[in-house]
């Protein structure tokens, strides 16, 4: 360093003419790392933004008995007839096998509100 005093025209023209090297230190393995460490680190911002919009919100309970009873009060007969049977075969298996000799007769007694009463006893 000089030790005498440069002007301010002096100083703001040296400031001017900074300029960085055109090579980087370490060369063109440098700036690969660079490149690999930025897409990295976007890459598991990605991630992360990602993850927290897809997050739920809490726990969703399944549906009851009683739930899946109710979702069979506005399908047809059959069809309402048919998920009361599916339900009664998974709550009470015993029950079902029970009634299913009855299921194939050509005029069976059993009707849907029969089946529900029996689906209901296990809410």
């Given amino acids: 360093m000089s030790d005498s005093a440069l002007s301010e025209a002096a100083l703001l023209a040296s400031l001017r003419d900074i300029r960085l090297p055109a090579e980087a230190a370490g060369g063109i393995l440098a700036e690969i790392a660079v490149a690999v460490g930025m897409a990295g680190l976007c890459?598991?911002?990605?991630?992360?933004?990602?993850?927290?919009?897809?997050?739920?919100?809490?726990p969703v309970d399944p549906p009851t008995l009683q739930d899946d009873i109710d979702a069979l009060a506005q399908c047809n007969d059959a069809e309402r007839r048919l998920g009361l049977l599916h339900l009664l075969r998974v709550h009470a298996p015993d029950r079902f096998?029970?009634?299913?000799?009855?299921?194939?007769?050509p005029n069976s007694s059993l009707d849907s509100q029969q089946l529900e009463t029996e689906v209901a006893r296990f809410v």
């Avoid at 890459?43 to 809490?58: C, E, H, T, Y």
């Avoid at 096998?97 to 007769?105: D, G, I, S, T």
């Fill in 43 to 58: 890459a598991i911002g990605l991630v992360s933004l990602v993850r927290l919009i897809s997050r739920r919100q809490g």
């Fill in 97 to 105: 096998a029970e009634l299913k000799p009855e299921l194939y007769r």
